[in-house]
Each structure stands twice: as C-alpha cells, then as structure tokens.
C-alpha cells in the first residue's frame, strides 16, 4: 500500500510554499496521477477524472467539486478538494492525502472515481458539516412561490439571495416565505421585529411540503423558471449564493406540495411591533425579537 505519510508530506510541502499551480505528486504509483494545486479559490488536490459530470459540494471549509484544468498542456477533468483556512492547511492536508492515496490495488481511486458523492458524505458524516444555509425545502419553497408571484407582479425580485429581511419584494408589495416539513401544525417563526412591519401591501406564503420521489427539485423550479422567461445566469447566482450552486446534490431532492397557504398581513394578523409596548416603543437594549406565530385559526386563501 502507498505510503500515506510520504504523500502527506510532499502535499504539506507544497501548501508551505504557497507557490501557484499544480504539481504532480510523485510519491504516488504509477497509473494513479494526481496533483496538489494551489488556485485564486483556495488550495488541495485533484486527481483525473473521465466524465464531464458535474460535482459541487462544501464541507466544513472544504469544496468539492468537478473542475477543468490545463496541465501538461492538455485540458483534463479533475476531481479536486480544495479549501481557503490557511491556518488548517496541515490539517487539511491529512484528508486531501487520503483523497489522492488509490489504496491497495488502485481500490480506493476506483471508488472515488465510481462515485464522488459517496466519498463526499462519508467525508461529511465524519467531520460534521458547518452549514447555516437554508434547507433545500425552503429554497425550492420560495422558487415555487416567486413563479406565482411573478403572474401578477413581474417586476418581483428574489431578495431572499441578497440576505434581505423579506423574501421577495417588488415596488409595490413584500412577500414572505414560510415552509415545514412536518405534516401537523403551523406555527412559523418571524425573523425580527420588521419582517413583518412593512411600509407595502405584505403577504406570507406557507408551505407543507415532505420528500417525495414525485416531488419538485430546486433544478426542476429552476427550469420552470427560466421557461417562464427568468434570467438563468441571475437564478444560478442566486442559488450558489443560498448555499446551492450548479451541481449541488441537494439541488436534486424532491418534495411534493402538501399545502400551501396565502396570509395578508393586516391590523389583525398577530404580530410584535413597538406598538406592542407601554409608550409604542421597544424597550431599550432589545436589539432583535424573533417570535413564533400560530397560523390556525387565521383567515387566508389557498394557491
């Protein structure tokens, strides 16, 4: 079996030196190429690939991703983990040796090589994954809801991606977007005390959704959505800002549409604002309020 600490010696070398491009690793047997790179993007290793499928994945502060590359003065496909905490590069650099090592008889390259995602998640299972974007339900949730939105108010924007307080605003009206996974109830939580105080005509969307092989994706919103005339380099940013760029896994999960619910925001809809204390004034020190709503019992329309 390779040696794994030579590897991880030569690939702690190179991250060191900080020196840009790539370099094949020579501590490898023959017929298992594989190269430590340093990009613009961050720094890891890459080994060929020969599909053109795509891969993108983030773990902890790694990427996972397909890439092209030209090397040797040929354009190849590479597999290639990558990350930017320089100050982890000796850390990083005992999993990018494990990556690279093909294992007896080429075994583990010919695993990695079958199937990149697998390696991926039980890299993920492993070392946790850091991750505070939303789950895929709540993006594909307000995918839905914007195409409805955008038939009578086209100039809507999708300001969820710009870490906006609402999820869909035009010149005119405030959408906003709640989504569950569980089948009873539907309390949702409000995000501060101005998400629903609003100088627009503000409505909230609620969605009931469960996974579901039949289901909607993020990628089958996303082709409805450019079918219908959205810009798709604009959606691809949006998505890969969320956490969900082109060839995420999780942009295939399906979920079908239990139920969704369209709530006015009125003078009757129960919500905390500095009217709801002594002097209409929020007391002072109090930075943010996030509160729970019960949507039993209130008026609403379906869609």
């Not at 354009?75 to 850390?91: A, D, I, P, V």
């Not at 924007?157 to 989504?179: C, F, L, M, Q, R």
């Not at 539907?186 to 501060?192: E, P």
């Amino acid at each position: 079996m390779t040696n794994a600490m030579t590897i991880l010696d030569e690939i702690r070398t190179f991250f060191a030196a900080q020196a840009k491009g790539a370099k094949l690793l020579t501590t490898l047997p023959d017929g298992y190429p594989a190269y430590v790179i340093r990009l613009p993007e961050g720094f890891g290793v890459a080994v060929e690939w020969d599909r053109d499928d795509a891969v993108s994945e983030h773990f902890a502060n790694a990427h996972f991703s397909s890439s092209k590359m030209t090397l040797g003065g040929s354009e190849k496909n590479l597999l290639t983990l990558t990350s930017y905490r320089e100050e982890l590069r000796n850390e990083f650099a005992c999993v990018c040796a494990q990556f690279v090592d093909p294992g007896v008889d080429g075994r583990d390259r010919k695993a990695l090589l079958d199937n990149p995602l697998s390696w991926w998640k039980h890299w993920r299972t492993l070392l946790g994954n850091v991750i505070s974007d939303k789950a895929p339900y709540s993006v594909l949730c307000e995918m839905v809801a914007l195409e409805h939105v955008l038939k009578s108010d086209p100039d809507a924007e999708w300001t969820a991606a710009k870490s906006g307080t609402h999820d869909i605003e035009s010149p005119t009206n405030i959408y906003e977007v709640k989504s569950t996974i569980r089948r009873y109830g539907a309390d949702v939580t409000i995000s501060g005390q101005f998400q629903l105080l609003t100088p627009k005509p503000t409505d909230l969307f609620f969605c009931r959704v469960e996974e579901s092989p039949a289901g909607l994706s993020i990628n089958d919103m996303k082709m409805r959505l450019v079918k219908s005339g959205y810009d798709e380099s604009l959606l691809e940013h949006q998505l890969k800002v969320q956490g969900y760029e082109f060839g995420a896994s999780s942009r295939d999960k399906k979920y079908s549409l239990l139920e969704r619910r369209i709530y006015h925001i009125d003078d009757k809809f129960p919500k905390i604002t500095a009217q709801s204390f002594k002097g209409d004034k929020i007391p002072r020190g109090i930075a943010h309020i996030t509160y729970s709503v019960d949507l039993e019992g209130i008026d609403f329309l379906t869609w």
